[in-house]
């Protein structure tokens, strides 16, 4: 990775290099710690984060899902991520920030109230989350034998670090069978969503995509399922099965990483032409037009960094 001059760590700004934790911290030994996507664009008036304050406020909620306490309120740590920006003078395309919390050293054993809670922000240039190539053409994605969770045994709707085994386990499985990607079906065989992403599939001009049972609330995804509906695209959010992705029409992933990433082929089988398709690519288009300020009627959702 692109190593940025600053990271924010408990109140103040660090030297990248010198934003460090002890190895005996909590997190890293059992688990806990919250972490946040967000991504800023360089669009005609400068950088501008892409709708800072749902991601903000989303962390402090993962934070407070798992038990621990963030002493720092939405508006500081979007401010501080507006001076981040600032301070580390990127000249990318676009930004990556990565928000998070996690237990320091302290304490050991599972009961983790009174470990001390770190939190840190970072940032730095990141292109193309599975590529670019795989942005124009579509890539490939795979069912893989790792199932998402139940309710009754984790929580989905946290960003929870925890939660990533399962997803590094699938992404391995999946690019170790010749893939780019993961896809994982719920304990009830239904689609969940990728490893870091939520997944779309278009069928006879419908955008269908899974309800959030057991899975993380996308912010991404709410902004799909909003664009496309004034797009005059029809929307519905249901179960969906194995089955149905392999003959659907079109699919895409959807994430703050993965942006509108296309799905040519779902183990072995081309979607629909094999590339990406035409609502794909319209409604692909229309999301960079807003990340980059060029739709007035998103702006809303863009915090410029003056």
Same mark, same amino acid.
């Given at each position: 990775? #692109? ?45 501008? &984060? ?7 406020? @989303? ?10 306490? &963030?002493?720092?309120?939405?508006? %500081?740590?979007? /401010?501080?991520?507006?001076? =981040? ?7 990318g395309d676009n930004v990556y920030l990565r928000p998070f919390a996690f237990l320091g050293y302290g304490v050991m054993g599972i009961y983790h109230k009174n470990a001390p ?5 970072? !940032? ?14 579509? *890539?490939? =994605? ?12 984790? $929580?989905? /709707? ?10 590094? $386990? ?12 993961? =896809? ?7 689609? !969940? ?6 997944? +779309? ?23 799909? *399922?909003? $664009? ?5 695209? /029809?929307?519905?959010?249901? @179960?969906?099965? @194995? ?8 699919? +895409? =992933?959807?994430?703050?990483?993965? %942006? ?10 081309? &979607? ?8 794909? %690519?319209? &409604?692909?288009?229309?999301?960079? #037009? ?17």
């Amino acid at each position: 990775m #692109d190593a940025a001059k600053y990271i924010w760590m408990n109140g103040e700004f660090k030297a990248w290099n010198d934003a460090q934790t002890h190895v005996l911290s909590h997190t890293l030994h059992y688990g806990n710690g919250v972490i946040e996507g967000t991504k800023a664009y360089k669009t005609e008036k400068g950088y501008a &984060i892409f709708r800072l304050n749902d991601h903000t406020k @989303r962390l402090i909620e993962s934070a407070k899902m798992t038990l621990m306490k &963030i002493p720092y309120s939405v508006e %500081e740590l979007n /401010k501080v991520q507006v001076e =981040l920006l600032r301070k580390n003078e990127f000249t990318g395309d676009n930004v990556y920030l990565r928000p998070f919390a996690f237990l320091g050293y302290g304490v050991m054993g599972i009961y983790h109230k009174n470990a001390p809670v770190e939190t840190v922000i970072a !940032a730095w240039e990141w292109g193309a989350y599975l590529g670019e190539e795989g942005m124009r053409k579509g *890539i490939k =994605l795979k069912i893989v034998s790792m199932t998402r969770p139940a309710n009754t045994s984790n $929580m989905g /709707k946290a960003k929870a670090t925890a939660n990533y085994l399962n997803s590094q $386990m699938a992404k391995y499985e999946a690019i170790d069978c010749g893939y780019d990607e993961a =896809l994982l079906l719920d304990d009830q065989g239904y689609v !969940a969503e990728a490893s870091g992403a939520s997944f +779309f599939m278009i069928v006879d001009g419908e955008l269908i995509t899974p309800p959030s049972d057991n899975a993380l609330v996308s912010i991404t995804q709410k902004t799909v *399922i909003e $664009m496309a509906e004034k797009m005059g695209i /029809k929307v519905t959010r249901r @179960r969906i099965t @194995r089955e149905e992705v392999y003959i659907a029409d079109e699919a +895409f =992933l959807t994430g703050t990483a993965a %942006e509108i990433t296309p799905v040519a082929i779902v183990d072995a089988r081309e &979607i629909g032409s094999g590339s990406r398709g035409p609502i794909t %690519e319209k &409604i692909q288009s229309a999301y960079f #037009d807003i990340v980059f300020g060029r739709n007035k009627e998103y702006e809303h959702y863009l915090t410029y960094i003056d």
